[in-house]
Nanobody
Framework: QVQLDESGGGLVQAGGSLRLSCVGS????????MGWFRQAPGKEREFVAA????????RYADSVKGRFTISRDNAKNTVYLEMNILKPEDTAVYYC?????????????????WGQGTQVTVSS
């Protein structure tokens, strides 16, 4: 069993930056591919970014490519999402997710563990 705990959300003006963190419990964290997803009110949960167990491979949604960066520090059991040039349409609850597989995925159904989410609000 893995528990994921996100932090770093908040209110920011358009054009600003935030860094989300996700700390995982368990000795096998470093073997999991990890992802970030988001869900805005009235919308389905959507893929944002994912990273392989080693951190070598990453994938981004087109809507955040060039603005967001996913990274991980396995020694700290932590995954990060650096978000720059934030837009009002980035407003959502952001979720960290882990899958018991080393390769990345963008389908939320392929993830086994989820955090509680952290709210990101971008004002115009």
């Amino acid at each position: 069993q893995v528990q994921l705990d996100e932090s770093g959300g908040g209110l920011v003006q358009a054009g600003g930056s935030l860094r989300l963190s996700c700390v995982g419990s368990g000795r096998t964290f470093s073997s999991y591919a990890m992802g970030w997803f988001r869900q805005a009110p009235g919308k389905e949960r959507e893929f944002v970014a994912a990273i392989s167990w080693s951190g070598v491979n990453t994938r981004y949604a087109d809507s955040v490519k060039g603005r967001f960066t996913i990274s991980r520090d396995n020694a700290k059991n932590t995954v990060y999402l650096e978000m720059n040039i934030l837009k009002p349409e980035d407003t959502a609850v952001y979720y960290c997710a882990g899958r018991t597989w080393t390769y990345i995925a963008s389908d939320p159904r392929q993830y086994d563990y989820w955090g509680q989410g952290t709210q990101v609000t971008v004002s115009s």
